[in-house]
């Protein structure tokens, strides 16, 4: 397969650590995926994003909330999680004058119990869309390997692929 402009991130999703992978350099990213936004009057600015951001708690007009913490679903936050995923995917592309639009997989890997709900994997579709992604897919199960996210295969038996996201059918 021709993978020379391709860039593909693998998303490892849990409420404290969000882990990126970008496939064709095998170079990772992991940090906390809370943001710093700073308010002035009606404007708000992203500062920080993850250990930077958490040394700001406290400061006068910024606010940091962790998008993906709450005790029941992995996506607590819209606002706050696409804020943190948009910067942190652009940390995780290479820093090239040509960059091409990622192949974005999205992998929850908690709070799964009872599998997601179909307005929580649209979530998570919207999330990588929204960070820019061409395509987006939607796994939960067993961490894929380099060679099936090379290759695009999820035809892992320990795993479910959930979405190119498509509206269940009226027949």
Known sequence: ???????????????ERIAIL?????????????????????QSNIVAVGQAAIALTGKTDISVRNGFRHPRTLLADFSYADRALRYLVKQALP????????????????????????????????LGASAGARRVYGWVGA???????????????????????QAPSDT
């Open 1 to 15: 397969m021709f993978t020379l402009f391709r860039n593909t991130l693998y998303i490892r999703i849990q409420p």
């Open 95 to 126: 820093k090239s004058w040509l960059v091409t639009s990622p192949i974005i997989i999205m992998h929850p890997q908690a709070l799964l119990e009872g599998g997601l709900t179909a307005i929580e994997t649209r979530a998570f579709a919207e």
């Open 143 to 165: 961490e894929l390997t380099r060679e099936e996210l090379i290759a695009l295969n999820f035809s892992c038996l320990e795993g479910q692929l959930l979405f190119p996201w």
């Open 22 to 42: 970008h496939v064709e350099s095998d170079r990772e990213l992991i940090d906390i995926p809370a943001p710093a936004v700073e308010m002035k009057g009606k």
